[in-house]
């Protein structure tokens, strides 16, 4: 019983691993890593990197699809958060943007969780509302345009390097551990997946689940204006036409990637990243391979379906019983 | 349709009789139905056609339609009930239009098209479209790519705009056919960058990497000024100059783009000008005056801006319009 | 229209359904063992028995709902043996269920023919499909607008539509699985009417309800099943209503009798001081206002049938409703009771009767199942140690001999006298004061019964209070230290020392109920 996670996880693992090597295959310098302006520079590095918005998004998504919820609105959270520090960040110092952009994300999770929790409408269309209603807010705060910005310091949070590594990495791995640290450090975790799996039954045993399920939205929120501010800080500029577009669906996707049910019930933080990650790295792999971009979409669903496939337990008993078979 | 018919003979022999000393002073009402404002440049299309209206001395009226059919035909009866003197349109859809054409037809009230041209059933539905020529577009900025590196050989690498959309269509073929002919011009890597800042950062950043850092490459051609800003970072990002080792090009000449212009980062950028309505205007004011039917087709101009155009002035001029 | 009785089969001889030697199990657990039914032509047959009794079974056993492990059915003398609900109505065997499983946004017209619409070049006759409906209907006095949805008319008037559809497409037995539940009295009696309307006419009716007065003003017959096995069959009129919920909650006096001896080294002296009283407690609609108190190491038994308000009771005391009226003192001191989270901090423990929707969390593990409630007492910010978990999973996994003694298996893996035992751990390992049982024994295999009894005697003697819900009066009568018996969600009757025996039970239950009038 000592070796149970890494067992679970070992389909996402292999998955990543593998996708990994057909990039390695398709673009023989995928794994070539050099030292640009004091930060690691290479197609390997990008993965991390441009996976780390959809990794934090995945990090808060994961909890919610543990309560058996789902939440739609992180892509316009991200607008939100993205054009709020966009248009406060030449006026005003960094403490203030992050925390008005971080506040903004919260309040949005907030929003969704009173929805859910206490008004109990379904969370597929409490979020929903903000998913529509967010991207236009975010437009609003933009008046339509593409803010861009110019201080140093909101824009090392997309293209600044600790320790060479790109700072995004290093947040969304900052955010895994303190969310490890916080989830499966305390009860929390135990509380969550039994919320998930019955809902009832964890109210009779004294778990206050309308809080949980309200806590696990605005943890979202605020995991999605965390990716707001990276991706606004990677192009200098809050576009909220654009800005975290169909992200949600990203998220969700490493979420199941994962091996989470959405039925609720038990979760890996850590896998949800990786469900992340490989997902971007599908993307880099893609671009890499210099397909003509019609065949974008239908690459990633293939492997997608490949992924999950994988993961299947039917099809491993399938495959099993292939194997036992006598030649 | 060259030849104007006997309605609009008569049409125009009136008001050439009763209006001639009327042209200036006649307050000229416009409205005009405008898509929403989805972009940038739609916004700044808007602001443009209100200060052309402003500087002709002409009321314009506005409607935002939100990108929905409905919501224009609703403004264009609206316009034909208070009797305006002219509609404006710019089409979100290029279908569905007859009726409510007709509608102003009926009321002698004609309607000019902007920006985008509707199904050609309609064509004597409408006085004329003042629309740019996205296959032209694509074809100065190659034009400008050819000239600029005479016969030495090019690696291009292509952002392309989001799959499907016919302006992206269009300005891909535009391209391809002005360095056809230039054998020592080549494209080598095409992607699509959706025509997002973001996407264009993460695409140049993998032809950068496909084409061993980005030394291969010798310009970057973009479907637009946005995922040119986004490529420019990720050149700079990875040591390259953008500007100097590697050239580019981009069409629609959004403010930002001419930051980078005069910062010596970006080379050239071809105009899709948001002043639709000013030709919409002239066209509108001749007819009205001597009777001048238009062409069916007005082509506003593609302009090239380079260095040499003083790209600080013409940033300061744009920054405002709401790009 | 109306399907006329069959005249050669219409003796006493052949009787219009028997089911004979009728089992199922589901995951090798009896529901039904060895029952046999038998239907007479134009009786109307009362199935009686309480939660669990294997009623709901028999109706899908015989429907081809679910496929029967082992018996016969014979209708009319010939075997039939339908593998659908579909199947069974075009046997002759129709089934109104107390959710009418009728289309509410189509109207009565075509509700009534859905299916079977009469047609002419391959189009609805519209005009014939009323004119039949309305000439159906009017056979049950139904004079109503057929040209409206279904869903405009109470669940009455849908009742007899149901009815009505069955009783056209010529069935021959008609079962109604509660379908009284949710009608009021006028609506009872029309539907009455009904049936015995229809039992003139020859068809066999097996009503299924658990109000008593009903099955004495209209049943000619009854046949009372209790743990998935036949009790028996009688006459309605030759059987005193005493006698009947002997059968459906008692076993043979003698055996019960037998064990109430072991009780008595249990008996305390009640301690006024560490007491638990509810006073007057009750919520207007759900439970009318009772006392209650509780010393440490009693017992105190809820007696009654099925929806005469004992789980709503036990859920009063949980807080999972909050009380209107009274109050709740412990010690001495107010307690106010709004969530289960009070009375979970007050000491207060509940394993309710639906074990799988709400006890176990079937996904997480025993470990995780077992320190549940002590965790969410605790709160998320301080976290029992994973050697802490195991230790208590240890501990009572031993002490309550759960199988397998495997605390990281998915508790769902486990037998239902498993899981249960487990939701016992969940709350002893909180060291409650008092805890609430909802029907312990219910589903769960005779050695894991007799186990559960033995630890709630056990806990009493280790000075917890508890509070048993349960249709096994025997069992209730052997660690009950006082019996509290509900009818009509009120406490009727509470009973003490030696009064506490079977036969007092049942006659409390039974007491002086007004016989609806026929």
Request: proline content about 4%.
């Amino acid at each position: 019983m000592r070796f149970r996670l890494p067992r679970k996880g070992l389909p996402q693992i292999a998955a990543f691993v593998v996708v990994l090597l057909i990039n390695f295959a398709v673009s023989p310098q995928f794994f070539d890593i050099r030292l640009q302006d004091g930060r690691l520079f290479g197609s390997f590095i990008d993965v991390f990197n441009r996976g780390a918005p959809v990794a934090l998004l995945s990090l808060g998504m994961v909890l919610v699809v543990a309560t058996r919820g789902i939440d739609l609105s992180v892509g316009a959270v991200m607008a939100i958060a993205g054009a709020i520090a966009a248009t406060l960040a030449d006026t005003h110092a960094l403490p203030v943007v992050l925390l008005a952009a971080l506040g903004a994300g919260l309040l949005c999770g907030l929003w969704n969780g009173i929805l859910v929790a206490v008004l109990g409408i379904q969370p597929i269309i409490a979020t929903l509302i903000l998913m529509v209603a967010g991207r236009g807010i975010a437009q609003l705060i933009t008046e339509g345009r593409i803010v861009t910005f110019t201080s140093p310091e909101l824009a090392r949070f997309g293209g600044g390097a600790i320790l060479g590594l790109p700072v995004p990495v290093v947040l969304t791995a900052s955010v895994l551990a303190v969310a490890v640290i916080a989830i499966r450090g305390t009860a929390l975790g135990l509380l969550i997946e039994a919320t998930g799996a019955n809902a009832r039954a964890s109210a009779l045993a004294g778990i206050e689940t309308r809080t949980t399920t309200i806590a696990v939205y605005v943890w979202s929120g605020f995991c999605a204006a965390l990716a707001g501010i990276v991706a606004a800080a990677d192009i200098l500029g809050a576009d909220a036409n654009n800005a975290g577009l169909w992200l949600e669906l990203d998220a969700i996707l490493a979420v199941v990637i994962a091996g989470s049910s959405l039925l609720g019930g038990r979760f890996s933080l850590a896998l949800a990243v990786l469900g992340a990650l490989t997902i971007q790295a599908m993307n880099t792999g893609i671009l890499l391979a210099g397909f003509r971009p019609e065949f974008n979409l239908v690459v990633k669903a293939v492997v997608v379906l490949l992924v999950l496939l994988a993961q299947s337990p039917r099809l491993s008993g399938v495959a099993v019983l292939l194997a036992r078979r006598p030649a | 349709m060259r030849r104007p018919t006997s309605m609009t003979m008569l049409l125009a022999a009136t008001m050439l009789a009763g209006g001639l000393n009327a042209v200036n002073a006649a307050e000229l009402t416009v409205g005009f139905s405008q898509i929403g404002s989805e972009s940038g440049w739609r916004a700044a299309e808007t602001s443009v056609s209100k200060s052309e209206a402003k500087k002709r001395n002409i009321t314009l009226k506005i409607a935002d339609a939100q990108q929905k059919q409905e919501n224009q035909i609703k403004a264009i009866r609206s316009f034909v009930a208070q009797g305006v003197d002219a509609i404006f349109l710019a089409p979100v859809v290029s279908t569905g239009w007859d009726s409510v054409l007709k509608e102003a037809k009926e009321a002698k009230i004609p309607v000019i098209l902007l920006d985008r041209d509707i199904d050609p059933a309609g064509k004597d539905l409408y006085l004329t479209a003042v629309t740019s020529d996205s296959v032209h577009e694509g074809e100065v900025a190659g034009k400008w790519l050819a000239k600029t590196v005479g016969t030495k050989p090019c690696n291009v690498v292509e952002l392309q705009g989001t799959v499907g959309a016919s302006v992206a269509t269009n300005r891909k073929k535009g391209f391809d056919t002005a360095i056809a002919s230039t054998s020592n011009i080549k494209v080598v890597r095409s992607q699509t960058g959706d025509f997002t800042r973001a996407k264009g950062k993460e695409v140049m950043e993998s032809f950068i990497k496909a084409e061993g850092g980005g030394k291969s490459i010798c310009a970057v051609y973009a479907h637009n000024d946005d995922m040119m800003v986004g490529a420019i970072q990720a050149m700079k990002e990875a040591g390259l100059k953008p500007g100097k080792d590697v050239l580019t090009v981009s069409i629609d000449a959004v403010p930002d783009i001419f930051k980078a212009i005069a910062a010596g980062e970006a080379n050239a950028t071809v105009e899709l000008t948001p002043d639709m309505a000013g030709p919409a205007f002239d066209a509108l004011t001749a007819y009205k005056a001597k009777g001048t039917v238009p062409p069916k087709w007005i082509q506003t101009e593609s302009k090239l801006y380079t260095s040499a155009d003083d790209p600080q002035k013409v940033y300061d001029s744009k920054k405002n319009l709401g790009y | 229209m109306s399907p006329s009785p069959s005249p050669t089969a219409a003796t006493a001889a052949t009787p219009l359904l028997a089911v004979r030697g009728l089992s199922k199990s589901f995951a090798g657990f009896p529901a039904l063992d060895g029952v046999d039914v038998t239907l007479r032509h134009g009786e109307i047959h009362a199935l009686l028995g309480e939660n669990g009794a294997g009623k709901s079974t028999f109706i899908k056993a015989i429907t081809g709902v679910v496929t029967r492990d082992a018996g016969t059915v014979t209708l009319d003398g010939a075997p039939v043996a339908p593998r659908s609900a579909d199947e069974a109505l075009k046997a002759g065997i129709a089934t109104v269920y107390q959710e009418v499983n009728l289309l509410p946004n189509l109207t009565v017209a075509q509700n009534l023919f859905l299916g079977r619409q009469p047609t002419r070049f391959g189009l609805v006759r519209e005009v014939e499909m009323r004119r039949r409906s309305i000439a159906l209907l009017r056979d049950f006095d139904l004079d109503i607008d057929v040209g409206a949805p279904l869903g405009d008319y109470s669940v009455a008037v849908q009742h007899l539509v149901a009815i009505a559809r069955a009783v056209d497409m010529s069935a021959r037995i008609l079962i109604l699985d509660e379908p009284t539940a949710s009608l009021d009295a006028h609506e009872v009696e029309i539907l009455f009417r009904v049936m015995r309307n229809l039992a003139g006419k020859g068809l066999g009716i097996l009503f299924v309800t658990h109000f008593l007065d009903q099955v004495y003003a209209i049943t000619d017959r009854i046949t009372v099943l209790r743990n998935g096995r036949l009790v028996g069959e009688r006459e309605t009129a030759a059987l005193p209503r005493m006698e009947l919920i002997r059968m459906m909650l008692g076993r043979e006096l003698s055996e019960a009798a037998s064990e109430h001896p072991a009780k008595a080294a249990t008996e305390a002296a009640p301690d006024a001081g560490g007491a638990i009283r509810f006073e007057g407690f009750g919520k207007a609609g759900y439970v009318a206002p009772f006392d209650l108190a509780l010393a440490s190491g009693q017992v105190v038994g809820l007696a009654g049938l099925l929806g005469s308000g004992r789980t709503e009771t036990a859920r009063l005391l949980f807080g999972v409703e909050s009380a209107d009226h009274g109050r709740l003192t412990i010690d001495g001191e107010a307690v106010r009771l709004a969530s289960p989270r009070d009375a979970i901090r007050h000491g207060f423990g509940y394993c309710p009767e639906e074990r799988k929707t709400e006890g176990i969390v079937a996904e997480l593990t025993v470990r995780e199942n077992i320190v549940l409630a002590l965790q969410a007492r605790r709160g998320a910010l301080h976290p029992l140690s994973r050697r802490e978990q195991d230790a208590i999973a240890q501990r009572f996994i031993t002490m309550l001999d759960i199988r397998p003694p495997d605390p990281e298996r998915p508790i769902g893996l486990l037998s239902g006298g498993n899981q249960q035992k487990a939701l016992l751990a969940r709350w002893l390992a909180t060291e409650p004061r008092l805890l609430i049982l909802d029907e312990p024994t219910r589903g769960i295999d005779v050695g894991a019964h007799a186990e559960i009894i033995r630890l709630i005697r056990q806990l009493c003697t280790e000075g917890l209070a508890l509070v048993v819900i349960s249709s096994e009066l025997e069992e209730i009568v052997s660690y009950a230290d006082r019996v509290i018996v509900m009818r009509d969600r009120r406490q009727t009757a509470v009973l003490e020392g030696e009064a506490v025996n079977v036969t007092a039970i049942l006659q409390a239950i039974a007491a002086d109920t007004p016989p609806l009038a026929a």
